[in-house]
């Protein structure tokens, strides 16, 4: 156990003693600085990008790394750098309609289960239970398969593998706060249900659910490459790294450079949330906080 | 024990039929007429467009063609290819039937005592470098995609060093990188939950007695210990089946192996739906058998577990 110093005043704000645990876990750190360094690119990747990432140059295909192009050409002559600086973008952009969908209905439907029950709470978890029963990523590819490829299709598929889980979570810890005394207050005095879910119980739960969509960037932004790699997701011209590695693996023996860097792009960032993530969850979860 | 068992059998039913409902809906709502696509060059030929109709069973209304689906299912019949015309459906996935299963099965066979031995030296050295170095490692291995890893693993051990082949199937050799892709993410996250468990059971009263009374730290860890983490790994089984199977798509795809994964993905391609959707379906049946049966041994090997005398 891990004893933190007592020194000053005790009563110290929720705020910097989560602020001093954080600094303290060197994973957290180095995981907020490859996010932070993948959000900064995202945000303003087109300018950075030294050329325009949709550029054809039949003149110039397949140009190592190094000279006019930091990272080489592809098979059309594209800037690769400039391509897997965009493409931090579409895969952000994706993973965070994901989540945004995913915590709004997760925890809508969740909270309603947890705290009227009845047929509500059947028909919602009914629905949980048989999605839960499709492997994720092959029921991402059949909906896929049905709706055609395309950046729509992929955020519709990855919110609905995706959101079962919040509300499972969300479910479970509605149930054991509905029986708290302060909900009890709450419905004592007369305050509407919809109040008591927005205003008492929602703030409570929270942080577990934060730390649920914070472990998750990571998995929907390799989903979200996944589909891509596979030719089901978003689609060309517009750059995204699981493309990017297909058309890469392709020519790894002549012009290894392009499966090679966005590998790296993308596992860096992927790294990132998840080091990010575990510790958000190492220091926000009460179980495993004090080891 | 066995009232549970066949409660949990039954409790598959809904969850098939849905997945029945789902695919079949799913062949429904796709886009474009299949016969049209079969025709392409005789579009004009109405003789030959009504007997297609007919072999497929599409002439017939929707609730027959949905009963008439479920009875196929039932024996083992998927219906009849879009792309081939008038293959069964069955014919096509019947060579690669069994790849996918065994690729999944035999990186699990190599991944779970791995991920148990990692698992346990991060948690018995913890807070050290040793187990800095190993979470860090964990991480890297659940972090990158096995496509991305791929392409690392293909240039270095393919390319540079020529130790295996690039891609194909059928030889060990060829199988080495496929596995390996499968047995990373695998046994990282593996090796992560059981150096959770085993520092919550080193912690256990049980553990300490183990100590007192003077038994080796070898014997503790690996007999008493380890023994413990091994129930609650076990429950992680069907989440980790359901990720190698998902894997075996991607790692088929990339080196042309002949299994149900990279058959799906070509499937949806050609918009060949039957295929895919019994592909999907298959799937689901060994994702749920293989759950069903990780939960009965798991009240099979912790006594404490009375999950069928439970109210339900």
Same mark, same amino acid.
């Given at each position: 156990?891990?004893?933190?110093? =007592?020194?000053?005043?005790?009563?110290?704000?929720?705020?910097?003693?989560?602020?001093?645990?954080?600094?303290?876990?060197?994973?957290?750190?180095?995981?907020?600085?490859?996010?932070?360094?993948?959000?900064?690119?995202? +945000?303003?990747?087109?300018?950075?990008?030294?050329?325009?990432?949709?550029?054809?140059?039949?003149?110039?295909?397949?140009?190592?790394?190094?000279?006019?192009?930091?990272?080489?050409?592809?098979?059309?002559?594209?800037?690769?750098?400039?391509?897997?600086?965009?493409?931090?973008?579409?895969?952000?952009?994706?993973?965070?309609?994901?989540?945004?969908?995913?915590?709004?209905?997760?925890?809508?439907?969740?909270?309603?289960?947890?705290?009227?029950?009845?047929?509500?709470?059947?028909?919602?978890?009914?629905?949980?239970?048989?999605?839960?029963?499709?492997?994720?990523?092959?029921?991402? +590819?059949?909906?896929?398969? =049905?709706?055609?490829?395309?950046? !729509?299709?992929? /955020?519709?598929?990855?919110?609905?593998?995706?959101?079962?889980?919040?509300?499972?979570?969300?479910?479970?810890?509605?149930?054991?706060?509905?029986?708290?005394?302060?909900?009890?207050?709450?419905?004592?005095?007369? !305050?509407?249900?919809?109040?008591?879910?927005?205003?008492?119980?929602?703030?409570? +739960?929270?942080?577990?659910?934060?730390?649920?969509?914070?472990?998750?960037?990571?998995?929907? +932004?390799?989903?979200?490459?996944?589909?891509?790699?596979?030719? /089901?997701?978003?689609?060309?011209?517009?750059?995204?790294?699981?493309?990017?590695?297909?058309?890469?693996?392709?020519?790894?023996?002549?012009?290894?450079?392009?499966?090679?860097?966005?590998?790296?792009?993308?596992?860096?960032?992927?790294?990132?949330?998840?080091?990010?993530?575990?510790?958000?969850?190492?220091?926000?979860?009460?179980?495993?906080?004090?080891? | 024990?066995?009232?549970?068992?066949?409660?949990?059998?039954?409790?598959?039913?809904?969850?098939?039929?849905?997945?029945?409902?789902?695919?079949?809906?799913?062949?429904?709502?796709?886009?474009?007429?299949?016969?049209?696509?079969?025709?392409?060059? &005789?579009?004009?030929?109405?003789?030959?467009?009504?007997?297609?109709?007919? %072999?497929?069973?599409?002439?017939?209304?929707?609730?027959? &063609?949905?009963?008439?689906?479920?009875?196929?299912?039932?024996?083992?019949?998927?219906?009849?290819?879009?792309?081939?015309?008038?293959?069964?459906?069955?014919?096509?996935?019947?060579?690669?039937?069994?790849?996918?299963?065994?690729?999944?099965?035999?990186?699990?066979?190599?991944?779970?005592?791995?991920?148990?031995?990692?698992? $346990?030296?991060?948690?018995?050295?913890?807070?050290?470098?040793?187990?800095?170095?190993?979470?860090?490692?964990?991480?890297?291995?659940?972090?990158?995609?096995?496509?991305?890893?791929?392409?690392?693993?293909?240039?270095?051990?393919?390319?540079?060093?020529?130790?295996?082949?690039?891609?194909?199937?059928?030889?060990?050799?060829?199988?080495?990188?496929?596995?390996?892709?499968?047995?990373?993410?695998?046994? %990282?996250?593996?090796?992560?939950?059981?150096?959770?468990?085993?520092?919550?059971?080193?912690?256990?009263?049980?553990?300490?007695?183990?100590? %007192?009374?003077?038994?080796?730290?070898?014997?503790?860890?690996?007999?008493?210990?380890?023994?413990?983490?091994?129930?609650?790994?076990?429950?992680?089984?069907?989440?980790?089946?359901?990720?190698?199977?998902?894997?075996?798509?991607?790692?088929? $795809?990339?080196?042309?192996?002949?299994?149900?994964?990279?058959?799906?993905?070509?499937?949806?391609?050609?918009?060949?739906?039957?295929?895919?959707?019994?592909?999907?379906?298959?799937?689901?049946?060994?994702?749920?058998?293989?759950?069903?049966?990780?939960?009965?041994?798991?009240?099979?090997?912790?006594?404490?577990?009375?999950?069928?005398?439970?109210?339900?």
């Amino acid at each position: 156990m891990r004893q933190v110093p =007592v020194i000053g005043p005790i009563r110290r704000g929720l705020q910097s003693d989560f602020a001093l645990r954080f600094r303290r876990s060197r994973n957290a750190m180095i995981g907020s600085v490859l996010v932070s360094i993948v959000l900064v690119v995202a +945000i303003f990747a087109p300018w950075l990008a030294p050329y325009d990432y949709e550029q054809i140059n039949m003149l110039a295909i397949w140009r190592p790394p190094g000279g006019e192009h930091l990272l080489g050409t592809d098979a059309l002559g594209r800037d690769v750098f400039s391509r897997i600086l965009i493409g931090a973008r579409v895969s952000l952009t994706v993973a965070g309609s994901v989540l945004a969908i995913t915590l709004t209905i997760g925890v809508t439907l969740g909270m309603i289960a947890g705290y009227f029950g009845g047929w509500a709470e059947t028909i919602i978890m009914r629905t949980v239970d048989i999605i839960f029963a499709f492997p994720e990523l092959i029921l991402a +590819i059949l909906v896929a398969a =049905v709706l055609g490829t395309g950046t !729509t299709t992929v /955020i519709i598929a990855l919110s609905l593998v995706w959101w079962p889980g919040i509300a499972r979570l969300t479910r479970s810890l509605v149930l054991s706060l509905r029986e708290e005394m302060f909900v009890d207050a709450a419905i004592a005095s007369g !305050t509407r249900s919809w109040r008591i879910l927005l205003r008492h119980l929602l703030p409570n +739960i929270a942080s577990p659910i934060i730390v649920r969509a914070s472990v998750g960037v990571g998995f929907i +932004i390799m989903a979200e490459a996944t589909l891509s790699f596979l030719g /089901i997701g978003v689609q060309e011209p517009t750059p995204t790294w699981g493309g990017m590695i297909r058309d890469g693996l392709a020519a790894l023996r002549t012009d290894p450079h392009l499966a090679l860097f966005t590998s790296l792009a993308l596992a860096i960032t992927i790294i990132g949330f998840n080091l990010l993530g575990d510790g958000l969850r190492d220091l926000l979860d009460p179980k495993v906080r004090d080891r | 024990m066995l009232r549970y068992g066949v409660r949990r059998l039954l409790g598959l039913i809904p969850v098939l039929l849905a997945a029945v409902i789902l695919t079949f809906l799913a062949n429904q709502a796709v886009p474009g007429d299949p016969i049209t696509g079969l025709l392409s060059d &005789q579009s004009g030929d109405a003789a030959l467009e009504a007997r297609l109709r007919a %072999a497929y069973g599409l002439d017939r209304p929707l609730w027959q &063609q949905f009963v008439d689906y479920i009875l196929g299912v039932l024996q083992g019949d998927f219906g009849l290819s879009f792309r081939f015309a008038q293959m069964p459906v069955i014919d096509i996935i019947g060579e690669g039937l069994l790849i996918s299963p065994v690729l999944a099965l035999s990186a699990l066979a190599i991944a779970f005592p791995l991920g148990m031995l990692l698992g $346990t030296i991060a948690a018995i050295r913890q807070n050290s470098w040793v187990d800095t170095s190993i979470i860090l490692v964990l991480v890297a291995g659940i972090s990158v995609p096995n496509f991305a890893l791929a392409s690392f693993l293909v240039y270095i051990f393919a390319l540079q060093l020529d130790w295996v082949p690039v891609a194909g199937w059928g030889s060990f050799s060829q199988a080495i990188i496929p596995i390996t892709l499968l047995v990373v993410p695998t046994s %990282a996250y593996i090796a992560r939950l059981n150096r959770t468990y085993m520092l919550e059971v080193l912690r256990t009263d049980y553990i300490r007695t183990a100590r %007192a009374k003077g038994l080796r730290e070898k014997i503790v860890i690996w007999r008493h210990a380890v023994r413990n983490t091994l129930v609650p790994l076990l429950t992680t089984v069907g989440i980790i089946l359901g990720g190698l199977l998902s894997g075996t798509f991607v790692v088929e $795809t990339i080196f042309n192996i002949p299994g149900l994964g990279s058959l799906a993905i070509q499937a949806i391609f050609a918009r060949d739906y039957p295929v895919t959707m019994a592909i999907v379906l298959l799937f689901t049946v060994f994702y749920a058998g293989i759950n069903l049966i990780v939960d009965l041994l798991y009240s099979a090997i912790d006594p404490r577990i009375r999950l069928g005398d439970r109210a339900a």
